[in-house]
């Protein structure tokens, strides 16, 4: 069983910057993604990260804002967040598959059931 453990949620002003970790207690890991929920919404996906090749996709609202990067050494993802807004207040989550083969064509990187691993999130507030 693979465990997800977030860190670095805070709060921060209207156009701060946080940054987000997530390590895994294994690698092989094919997909890393970070989702975030915020009060009475469902569950969004933030940005995604193939393990293997490094591509990443993001939702439109960060794009050009958050970046999503790992470190294959320590099996870590992180969110770097900037220009934060209140919307990008939520809970952040963690989340990884090993399934997929690595291809962007096999998974619904959107879908949380996409995911089987996920961490318990990490509070982020913007004001």
């Known amino acids: 069983h693979v465990q997800l453990v977030e860190s670095g949620g805070w709060s921060a002003q209207v156009g701060g910057s946080l940054r987000l970790s997530c390590s895994a207690s294994?690698?092989?890991?094919?997909?890393m993604a970070w989702f975030r929920q915020a009060p009475g919404q469902k569950r969004e996906v933030v940005a995604t990260i193939s393990t293997g090749g490094s591509s990443t996709m993001y939702h439109d609202s960060v794009k050009g804002r958050f970046t999503i990067s790992q470190d294959k050494g320590r099996n870590t993802v992180y969110l770097q967040m900037n220009s934060l807004k209140p919307d990008d207040t939520a809970m952040y989550y963690c989340?990884?598959?090993?399934?997929?083969?690595?291809?962007?064509?096999?998974?619904?990187?959107?879908?949380?059931?996409?995911?089987?691993?996920w961490g318990q999130g990490t509070q982020v507030t913007v004001s």
């Open positions: 294994a690698d092989a890991l094919m997909f």
């Open positions: 989340a990884a598959t090993g399934e997929y083969g690595g291809s962007w064509s096999c998974i619904s990187y959107r879908s949380e059931e996409s995911f089987d691993y």
